[in-house]
């Protein structure tokens, strides 16, 4: 249990990482100007989102066999609560990547602002994610 604890946490981590900059390149893409800049901020969000993914999948791969070995936790109210966050940074990250094909092919219509405020969604997840799974408070 520990191992796979272990590792859920890790790319959890590389996941979180990952979406913490992706809208920060957003924010710098929105705003920049020249044709070289922006192709080299499509460059950086298409890897960023591959490392995103990888994150992602491992962390719900991990999640789901500690759920699959030991099934009690999915009768405890705290990790119903995680798994609705959960299910809902799945839902940010696909954003997330909908947004990188709109910078791909030139199609952004949003300010710079607009993405500093967007860039701080994945702080809550974070925060509620962690406090449920530390406090365990249902």
């Known amino acids: 249990m520990l191992w796979l604890k272990a590792f859920h946490v ?22 920049a100007s020249d044709g070289q800049t922006r192709a ?6 298409r890897k960023l989102l591959v490392m995103c993914h990888i994150g992602a999948a491992l962390t719900i791969l991990f999640g789901t066999l500690m759920l699959v070995l030991w099934p009690a936790f ?10 609705l966050l959960v299910a809902g940074l799945i839902g940010y990250h696909v954003w997330c990547a909908r947004l990188v094909g709109q910078f791909a092919r030139d199609e952004n219509q949003r300010s710079h602002l607009w993405f500093r405020w967007f860039n701080e969604v994945p702080v809550l997840f974070l925060i509620a994610i962690v406090l449920l799974a530390i406090l365990k408070p249902f």
């Open 10 to 31: 890790i790319f959890m981590v590389t996941w979180f990482a990952g979406l913490f900059y992706l809208p920060r390149l957003f924010v710098y893409h929105a705003s």
């Open 40 to 45: 080299t901020f499509k460059v950086m969000e």
């Open 74 to 83: 999915l009768q405890l109210g705290w990790m119903h609560a995680k798994l």
